[in-house]
């Protein structure tokens, strides 16, 4: 604030921030971040934790109900339905994550790009951009995955890409503020290339925005892959998933029990605790900063 | 001038306000006491941060969102303004008490009338009817000597120049007769000679309306022609509060003196020399363009080695854009080039890598120019490794170097740009461009988002960097007194054109090219009664 005053001392430790951060965030940030801790032990230690293997046949009487034996009874298969949901939350995440982070590489590198470039090749880029959003996604998916077949990279390499669209457009529209700033001017004239630029002057200063998107669009992802396993195109059986898991047992629920309903928590749950961290670091970013 | 027997407009004893940064309050008022009374105008001087708009709007009854007021009195004309409800005080603002801001256009609202806006006030709380408001803003226009008193309010504010806007808002101050009205830096955002017709209206008014203001500024001359008494603030303090007259002739706390820094400069002088300098930049003819309108026409320029060139003008005379176009970010539309007699291509793609490293900028803004991201050492050392490739200890040693010749040490490598002050930061940006080790150096406005002592520091700095490393600068600026401290040559620019050029001492000396001479007269001089001159000259 004020120019004679001498400078603050210099950054605290990355630890040391971290743990003030911590210290700062409310319950709802606090609670999300804990059940996100808990899903991911599950996911890490799924074969260590299931009783049970997951496509193994553990009983001769499919849909059995809740027992000492097999806590949340059995499927239509006779399979341990813990361990299935156990092993559900290994594949479910994963996928998810993978798919988040190739669709945040290529929609982050493009919108950077577009912004820096500018003129016909940010045209040209943006139209495409919005060809492809508008077009239903779960159609779209559907429509791709008859055509070239339905396995868990075509699986992923669709929906990153759908996905990369709404990171293209806000990395786009955060880069090209920065892309106006005289350090981006200074760079140019400097002699950087383009790589260079947006790699080390643009794209640090537009991270904390998309980092906010990241958590959004890896909760619609995990919900876009258990809604097309759910419909019978996502992940195909044996692999335990938490979509599919639902629709196998759907039954169930006309006899009044509600096993089918737990991985559909699942899911909920999941959503809601990655919402809860990401609406903390979305007020972090929208109000102060710390670099000021 | 006001008698010390009138009673008090304004009284503020022992003020104290707090503010919340991050996560505890900080005292940004600390104990500021302050009278007024009818008719007498008090300077608020000091520097960004200081305190002075806190103080300013705290005199209205009005605190900023985040701030609170944790002790002190503000009396205005016997009433306690912190004790009452804020409805009531929200009733005195406009009325009982005004506020002129630094930026007019940023202030009015763009798609209603002016007249609409100003007597928006009076017709509301004020207590007139719509044609009195209007019969009353016409006798004010009148009185701020705008065009055409009895239309000018029927214009939106993009139809009007800055200063007529700016004096637009004296008048929707001054439409219910208030007994209080704030200035906050009414002229900084105005170009000199503009800053001069609107010092002597709000300077006419206040006399004409007997109404008692306070006059925020951080520039002293000024202050000298406007304020009757002046209150210095420093870290939210009075560090010396007297009559103008006093505070000009001897100024006794050590911060008040400095405020004289860049003026106190000693004016270099331009060794004569027999031989001209070798020239490192010419340019011919040049012309440049904003779609259809020309920018720039008919440029010649001559930048000899080792020469500081001032390019001075308004604002829109297309300074900046000169030194753009020599930079390689806008291409020229006429004209050549030379730069160390070859020619300069006029795209950046076009130059190698070798040329751009002996062509430097640096920039106005170093909150801008400085990547908030970035450590000192990633900023200053990527030019160290593009052009030379250095590496390792090798270019940790030639970066100290470079921050120790900027007057930084290696304890500031490892900060951020956020983590230093505004003088710090530009010694940052310099030491960035002489880490290229370049022949000419393009300074656009460097020194004007700083404070006076820290801007005589870097001054002072430039001047010995270009006597050790025998550098060129193309020196931007609006700023007369540093022009005065660092040129060899300058070259007076307005509406596109160059209007002068020469040896500092001719340009500055009579007889005056007429534009240059406008100029040179508008610089409100360090010394009381320079405005009087000004306004009896014209009289004459």
């Known amino acids: 604030m004020d120019q004679s005053i001498d400078a603050r001392p210099a950054t605290p430790s990355r630890l040391t921030r971290a743990r003030r951060l911590l210290a700062t965030a409310p319950f709802t940030a606090r609670l999300g971040m804990v059940l996100l801790a808990i899903y991911a032990f599950v996911a890490i230690f799924a074969p260590w934790i299931a009783p049970y293997g997951e496509v193994e046949v553990v009983s001769r009487i499919p849909f059995d109900g809740w027992s000492a034996e097999h806590l949340l009874g059995t499927d239509q298969l006779g399979r341990d339905f813990l361990s299935r949901l156990i092993f559900g939350a290994r594949n479910s995440i994963s996928i998810a994550l993978v798919t988040t982070l190739i669709s945040f590489g290529i929609g982050c590198l493009l919108g950077v790009f577009s912004a820096l470039i500018g003129g016909f090749v940010d045209q040209a880029i943006s139209r495409f951009v919005d060809a492809l959003m508008s077009v239903p996604d779960l159609i779209f998916i559907l429509m791709i995955l008859s055509i070239f077949g339905n396995s868990i990279p075509n699986l992923i390499l669709i929906i990153a890409v759908l996905t990369s669209t709404r990171f293209f457009r806000i990395s786009r529209a955060a880069a090209l503020n920065v892309a106006s700033l005289d350090f981006v001017e200074a760079a140019r004239v400097r002699g950087e290339n383009l790589l260079w630029i947006s790699v080390h002057e643009v794209f640090p200063n537009v991270l904390p925005l998309i980092l906010s998107e990241l958590g959004m669009r890896f909760c619609f992802i995990f919900l876009s892959i258990a809604a097309l396993s759910f419909l019978g195109v996502g992940i195909q059986p044996p692999m335990a998933e938490w979509g599919s898991m639902v629709r196998d047992n759907a039954a169930l629920i006309n006899m009044g029990d509600i096993t089918p309903l737990i991985p559909a928590a699942s899911i909920a749950l999941l959503a809601i605790a990655v919402n809860f961290v990401v609406d903390w670091l979305l007020n972090r970013v929208s109000g102060l900063n710390e670099e000021g | 001038m006001a008698s010390d027997q009138s009673p ?31 008719g007498e105008v008090l300077g608020l001087v000091g520097e960004s941060g200081a305190g002075k708009s806190t103080v300013g709007l705290a005199a209205l009854g009005y605190l900023r969102p985040g701030a609170r007021a944790s002790g002190g009195s503000v009396r205005l004309m016997g009433t306690e303004l912190l004790a009452i409800p804020e409805e009531q005080r929200r009733r005195l603002r406009g009325t009982k008490v005004a506020y002129v801001a630094q930026s007019a256009q940023a202030a009015f609202n763009p798609v209603h009338r002016l007249m609409d806006q100003i007597t928006l006030v009076a017709v509301d709380r004020g207590g007139l009817s719509r044609a009195e408001a209007e019969k009353r803003a016409v006798a004010l226009f009148t009185a701020l000597q705008l065009p055409d008193p009895q239309n000018f309010g029927a214009r939106y504010p993009h139809q009007v120049s800055g200063g007529q806007l700016q004096r637009a808002m004296v008048a929707m101050a001054m439409i219910c007769n208030p007994a209080l009205i704030v200035f906050d830096e009414p002229t900084t955002a105005l170009d000199v000679t503009t800053q001069v017709e609107v010092l002597i209206s709000i300077r006419k008014v206040i006399a004409e309306f007997g109404v008692a203001a306070i006059y925020i500024t951080h520039d002293l001359a000024v202050v000298a022609q406007i304020a009757h008494r002046v209150a210095v603030l420093r870290y939210g303090e009075v560090v010396e509060e007297a009559p103008i007259a006093a505070i000009m002739d001897h100024p006794e706390h050590p911060y008040t003196q400095s405020l004289w820094a860049v003026h106190e400069m000693p004016a270099n002088d331009p060794e004569t020399q027999e031989t001209p300098r070798a020239p490192l930049l010419s340019v011919e003819g040049l012309g440049a363009r904003f779609g259809t309108f020309e920018v720039l026409q008919d440029i010649d320029l001559r930048i000899g080695r080792g020469e500081t060139v001032a390019l001075v003008g308004e604002s829109g005379s297309g300074k900046s854009t000169l030194g753009r176009v020599i930079a390689g970010l806008k291409a020229p539309s006429a004209g050549r080039a030379l730069f160390d007699g070859a020619a300069l291509p006029p795209k950046l793609r076009q130059r190698p890598l070798e040329l751009l490293r002996r062509i430097q900028i640096i920039y106005q803004s170093a909150d801008t120019a400085l990547n ?53 930061k530009q010694r940052v940006a310099i030491a960035r461009a002489l880490a290229a080790e370049p022949e000419l150096i393009i300074c656009d406005e460097i020194t004007s988002a700083l404070d006076k002592v820290v801007q005589a520091d870097v001054l002072r700095m430039m001047i010995g960097l270009k006597e050790r490393l025998g550098v060129s600068y193309l020196f931007i600026t609006h700023d007369l007194e540093v022009v005065r401290a660092i040129a060899d040559r300058v070259v007076v620019m307005q509406h596109g054109r160059i209007v002068e050029q020469g040896e500092k001492g001719r340009v500055f000396a009579p007889p005056h090219e007429p534009y240059t001479g406008r100029l040179l007269a508008s610089v409100p001089d360090m010394a009381v009664g320079w405005l009087d001159r000004i306004i009896a000259g014209r009289a004459a």
């Open chain 2, 8 to 38: 008090a407009v304004l009284e503020i004893r022992d003020l104290r306000i707090e503010a919340k940064s991050s996560d505890h309050w900080s005292q940004i008022v600390r104990g500021v006491s302050l009278t007024l009374r009818k």
């Open chain 2, 372 to 424: 908030p991201r970035q450590t000192v050492r990633a900023i200053v050392g990527r030019p160290l490794t593009l052009y030379q490739g250095l590496r390792g200890v090798a270019r940790e040693k030639r970066l100290i170097e470079l921050l120790r010749m900027v007057e930084l040490d290696a304890s500031h490598a490892d900060r951020l740009p956020g983590q230093l002050s505004g003088g710090q």
